[in-house]
């Protein structure tokens, strides 16, 4: 069975930094590409990273361009997302989907980690 447990989400105010982690397993994590999806309240899921399988290629949505990096250990099969200079637009609900289909089709899908930018 397929699983992606997200976690490090919390509270942090303007120009904090949170890392958040994804535990996967239930299949071959180095043989697929990941991402982190997130969503507001009230809003659409938003794309917000991509890593391609063996971690040498990343890319960005233009809104969190230079702030986050996602990164991954293969090795560990976890997952993650620095996220520094955090602004409270960049509050959500943030997801590990697993790629399906390069770029943006996703077949699995965590629980989510809630990150709350609050003064």
């Known amino acids: 069975e397929v699983q992606l447990v997200e976690s490090g989400g919390g509270m942090v105010q303007p120009g904090g930094s949170l890392r958040l982690s994804c535990a996967a397993s239930g299949f071959t994590f180095s043989s697929y590409d990941m991402s982190w999806v997130r969503q507001a309240p009230g809003k659409g899921p938003e794309w917000v990273a991509a890593i391609k399988l063996g971690g040498s290629s990343t890319y960005y949505a233009d809104s969190v361009k230079g702030r986050f990096t996602i990164s991954r250990d293969n090795a560990k099969n976890t997952l993650y997302l620095q996220m520094n200079s955090l602004k409270p637009e960049d509050t959500a609900l943030y997801y590990c989907?697993?790629?399906?289909?390069?770029?943006?089709?996703?077949?699995?899908w965590g629980q989510g980690t809630q990150v709350t930018v609050s003064s």
């Open positions: 989907p697993r790629v399906g289909g390069w770029p943006t089709f996703f077949d699995y």
